[in-house]
């Protein structure tokens, strides 16, 4: 945001904006301003790693930091990489997927007609396969005593561009990583 400059007017002592020419109120000719000291521009440091997962979510490492954008509009989540002593990709079946399953079973002595209990069936054979076809990817950053965060990176389809794209992810940070000293685990099968 750009600083706005004042003046004070020489007759009435009114603080106008600098450049108006003439006072607002009493319409003296203002003194000429200084212009503020621009600040000397940030060196631009070019990305060590920079990683599209899809949905808005980025990671970035820059200088020394590693950030993590969630979603196109989140705020990102920054880690400072000398602190940083190990990272590790998990990933695990959607098992929150295995609620239908188990509602459709509570559910399924209580219906007597035969079409209820087929649909049943369906939503608890349902929530099996959403399980196991839907994995959940968490980097897992562990920074000096003990603190861990972790980064949810998303829950894809097996086998689909979402899916390669986040374990392709993984497999370059790993690697940029391990060679900054990085104890990395959790390596892709």
């Not at 990683?51 to 200088?63: H, S, V």
Request: proline share 8%; with cysteine.
């Amino acid at each position: 945001m750009p600083t706005e400059v004042l003046v004070m007017c020489t007759r009435c002592g009114r603080p106008q904006r600098a450049g108006a020419g003439r006072c607002a109120a009493c319409g003296a000719e203002l003194p000429d301003a200084p212009l503020p000291p621009s600040a000397p521009a940030a060196p631009h440091q070019h990305p060590f790693f920079s990683a599209d997962l899809g949905g808005g979510r980025f990671i970035t490492g820059e200088g020394n930091r590693l950030s993590f954008r969630p979603g196109a509009s989140a705020t990102p989540f920054l880690l400072e990489l000398p602190g940083l002593k190990r990272l590790e990709l998990v990933h695990r079946p959607r098992y929150e997927a295995l609620a239908l399953t188990l509602g459709a079973l509570v559910a399924l002595p209580f219906v007597s007609l035969m079409a209820g209990r087929v649909l049943l069936g369906l939503v608890a054979l349902a929530g099996v396969a959403l399980a196991l076809l839907l994995r959940r990817y968490t980097l897992a950053l562990e920074s000096a005593g003990g603190v861990e965060t972790r980064w949810e990176l998303g829950s894809p389809w097996r086998g689909s561009l979402a899916e390669r794209r986040v374990r392709s992810t993984w497999s370059a940070l790993a690697i940029v990583m391990a060679s900054r000293g990085v104890e990395v685990r959790g390596r892709l099968p």
